[in-house]
């Protein structure tokens, strides 16, 4: 057995300091642009591989990534380490019982996002011309793979642009993420299945069969009782007071490596055990947003940025580029994924304004997208080319999303925000310093008002709300709130909590600043402005700490009449979401 030598060792250091200090780098200069780090990572990688480097220092290029079977492979051990952790933090994202609790309207947005960009996406792909495809005996799998890989959306990069625009925490946020959390579970089940047919193509129908029920049948367990077991394996860890977060991320990577060990042995790939794993480690309640966030952090900190940075090591991308292949790509996999999304929307009962939104949020590729199509290159599915294309796709669909969600939400009516405030709808200084008593005293208040339901009505479906998906954003601040049948106007109610209230906040810090929102059942998007422009208000510092600092309640009423007053809620020309 041949072992790395020192010369290997010094050169493979060499390789992560380059290519994790520069995509690390540049990844936080996009982000200031409010750009997805996950260009800068694939361009370091072009311009370090065979594109740029390659092309014009090809002996120092030569030096820096030898062809040498043992120096390839300690990179690339490190890079499959990224997407398989990837795999496992997006799982995490998913909120199953969430999801399956909106299974109404997301089932409906998911399935249509799923069925109509396969169905379109299929056609093209299939009769595609023969130099394209990496083996023309493969037609029909290439363009199933097609239509999977142009399906599958990125839900790392819509939560983020959600957060960004800070919607998350809206019951619109939580119905998209619920949408996506569906459309990943089912994307990524037929890609694995189609990605084994391909594989095993010689097998007889005994084992196929083996492949389809064992897939489907360990996905299923996975989702039922494995959620239930990891559930009570995460809160023994948090009962037994192991050290965090280093306990719950040991015991979520070991879950990682056992269901990427059953993947792999039932005849699919490992990433789709990962994934799994995640949504098992996702929805236990002993999960803290803490947690979460750190092993988050992590993941795209070390890991991701190197794994993606190494895929601009593979392949040329100025010989590789085909521009017809790119605008297919691209334009099929934003249309379909858009008007599947859309026609999901028509289905259910959301208002008319939620369409445009949903749907755009559905549109990016972004990372999965590449992942797919890294895997169905070294698997020889695709040519590189068809790689290329899908990469330039995945990349212009997540720098588009920002932008045009944005945009979608700008073309509404203006309010005063401070129409929904009132003076006496104010709790200066909350007696508790547990989250649901707190809901209730605010509700309480909000019950003073007239024409509302008693207080354990409001606290009711407020908590119902809060358990759903929490509420707790950074710096302090917590927006519960909840949608009811009758009421003419939306009501806002501010709690101050100088002592702080334990309200599993991602940054971890305890919540002090709390606004109740109660908005009629139906105008959510007056909900979505609402949330947004308050969390926008309150993210500079100094107004978070006058309204701590605030000594009555005529101070903190002429602080909010300050900071709110000047800023406007947009609404549809007739009012109506």
């Known amino acids: 057995m041949e072992y790395p030598g020192e010369h290997h060792i010094y050169i493979f250091l060499i390789q992560l300091l380059l290519l994790l200090g520069l995509a690390r780098g540049l990844g936080e200069v996009f982000r200031r642009w409010h750009q997805p780090p996950l260009t800068a990572e694939i361009l370091v990688g072009i311009l370090l591989g065979p594109t740029i ?138 890609f694995s299945l189609v990605l084994s047919f391909f594989l095993h193509a010689d097998l007889e129908i005994g084992r196929t069969m083996f492949v389809v029920l064992g897939t489907i049948g360990f996905t299923a367990l996975c989702l039922t009782l494995g959620r239930s077991l990891t559930n009570r394996a995460m809160s023994k860890i948090h009962d037994w007071e192991l050290p965090q977060p280093a306990s719950s991320l040991t015991f979520i990577c070991l879950l990682g490596l056992l269901c990427g060990a059953i993947t792999q042995r039932i005849g699919i790939h490992a990433l789709f055990g990962f994934f799994l794993a995640g949504i098992m480690a996702g929805g236990a309640k002993a999960l803290s947003e803490r947690t979460r966030q750190v092993i988050s952090q992590m993941v795209y900190a070390i890991f991701v940025p190197v794994f993606f940075a190494s895929i601009g090591l593979k392949v040329d991308f100025l010989t590789n580029f085909n521009l017809f292949l790119v605008l297919l790509v691209t334009v099929v996999g934003v249309g379909g994924r858009y008007f599947g999304a859309w026609v999901g929307v028509t289905l259910t009962k959301l208002p008319r304004a939620n369409r445009a939104t949903i749907a755009i949020a559905h549109t990016p590729g972004g990372a999965m997208e590449i992942v797919v199509g890294v895997l169905a290159l070294e698997y020889g599915l695709i040519s590189e080319p068809i790689f290329v294309a899908i990469v330039f796709g995945a990349i212009f669909s997540s720098v588009l999303l920002g932008p045009w969600l944005k945009a979608s939400l700008l073309k509404r009516r203006e309010i005063s925000l401070l129409e929904f405030f009132s003076s006496r709808g104010m709790v200066e200084n909350l007696s508790t310093t547990d989250r649901d008593t707190a809901i ?123 900071e709110l007053g000047g800023h406007q809620i947009v609404r549809n020309k007739g009012g109506k979401s």
């Not at 030096?63 to 040498?68: A, E």
């Not at 354990?456 to 709130?481: D, F, N, Q, S």
């Open 440 to 562: 209730r005293e605010l509700c309480e208040k909000a019950a003073e008002q007239p024409n509302l339901p008693p207080p354990a009505t409001l606290a009711k479906a407020v908590l119902e709300r809060e358990y759903a998906m929490g509420t707790a954003v950074e710096k302090g601040i917590a927006l519960p709130h909840a949608r009811l049948e009758g009421l003419l106007k939306p009501i806002i109610v501010f709690g101050r909590a100088t002592q702080g209230i334990d309200w599993d906040s991602p940054d971890g810090l305890p919540t002090q600043l709390i606004f109740l929102i109660l908005t009629p059942m139906d105008d959510d998007d007056i909900q979505v402005q609402t949330l947004a422009h308050l969390i926008r208000s309150l993210h500079r510092d100094e107004v978070r700490q006058h309204l701590l600092d605030a000594t009555d309640r005529d101070a903190v009423w002429s602080i909010l009449r300050n």
């Open 53 to 190: 480097l390659g092309r014009y220092f090809p002996e120092f290029f030569g030096w820096l990534f030898p062809i040498d079977p043992i120096q390839v492979s300690m990179l690339e051990t490190v890079a499959w380490l990224g997407v398989l952790f990837l795999l496992l933090e997006t799982g995490l994202e998913i909120d199953f019982a969430s999801a399956w609790r909106q299974r109404g309207a997301a089932l409906k947005i998911a399935l249509a996002d799923i069925v109509i960009p396969m169905a379109i996406a299929f056609v093209p792909f299939l009769f595609l011309p023969d130099r394209y495809l990496a083996d023309p005996n493969q037609r029909l799998l290439f363009a199933i793979f097609m239509a999977t890989v142009l399906t599958i959306s990125a839900l790392p990069i819509a939560a983020r642009a959600l957060h960004d625009l800070h919607l998350t925490k809206t019951d619109l946020g939580f119905l998209l993420m619920s949408a996506l959390s569906v459309n990943d579970i089912i994307g990524w089940l037929i």
